[in-house]
């Protein structure tokens, strides 16, 4: 039981659409981390926030964005979905951006 | 440019015997540190061990134990005495700095069966 609360479990959509995935931290973990995972693949890092500011991206297009919030809940959003972003999303929040992260169970994503 | 490499696809151990999961890694940082994941179906990513670069000594963490060899650039995961809950994906991953922060770097992951 690692805190971390992702909402939600499954999702299908269609290219071309947008969408919202959802990630409560545990209290005091300033901390946020998503990450993208492909089948078969390892998680690749998407962006880190810490106090509400992006803290460090990876190699994903503008159109993967996040937010998070005061109350360590944290967004990330994806516009124009292509059929590539079918994936696991995972969050992983920790106190700062230098302690071990903790991972939520994901959020699988279709794209039709 | 980091790279986690985990060469074993799958692999099988019967339940109780011990088993060791192979992770190469390539840095050319001092300062790094290597973790172990298990994930299992449900998806969660569940810590299990953590070496420091500067850590003399192997890791240990109960039934798992980390073999660092760092001129070779390894960090094994050795299980011993496997069990049927232990069929699940198993990640090495590397911590890696990014511009104000520090991220994860995965390898691509071993697939570990116990049977009975």
């Known amino acids: 039981e690692t805190g971390v609360t992702q909402s939600p479990t499954h999702l299908i959509k269609t290219r071309g659409q947008q969408v919202t995935l959802r990630c409560s931290s545990q209290?005091?973990?300033?901390?946020v981390s998503w990450y993208q995972q492909a089948l078969g693949q390892g998680p690749q890092f998407i962006f880190q926030?810490?106090?509400?500011?992006?803290?460090g991206r990876g190699n994903f297009p503008p159109r993967f964005s996040g937010l998070q919030f005061p109350n360590y809940s944290s967004e990330l959003n994806v516009n124009a979905l292509e059929l590539d972003d079918s994936a696991l999303y995972l969050c992983?929040?920790?106190?700062?951006?230098?302690?071990?992260?903790?991972f939520g169970d994901g959020t699988r994503l279709s794209i039709l | 440019a980091q790279k986690i490499t985990q060469t074993q696809p799958g692999m099988f151990v019967q339940e109780k015997e011990a088993v060791t999961l192979d992770c190469t890694y390539d840095t050319s940082d001092q300062s790094y540190g290597l973790f172990w994941y298990k994930q299992p179906s449900s998806g969660e990513m569940i810590f299990l061990i953590y070496?420091?670069?500067?850590?003399?000594q192997n890791a240990t963490e109960g039934r798992y134990s980390l073999n660092f060899q760092k001129a070779r650039k390894s960090a094994n995961l050795v299980i011993s005495a496997s069990q049927l809950g232990g069929s699940a994906m198993y990640f090495c991953?590397?911590?890696?700095?990014?511009?104000?922060?520090?991220?994860?770097?995965f390898g691509k992951g071993t697939k570990l069966t116990v049977n009975p």
């Open positions: 991953a590397m911590r890696v700095p990014q511009g104000g922060s520090e991220k994860l770097v």
């Open positions: 926030y810490y106090r509400e500011e992006e803290n």
């Open positions: 992983a929040s920790s106190r700062t951006p230098y302690q071990p992260q903790h």
């Open positions: 209290s005091g973990h300033n901390t």
């Open positions: 070496q420091g670069s500067y850590d003399e």
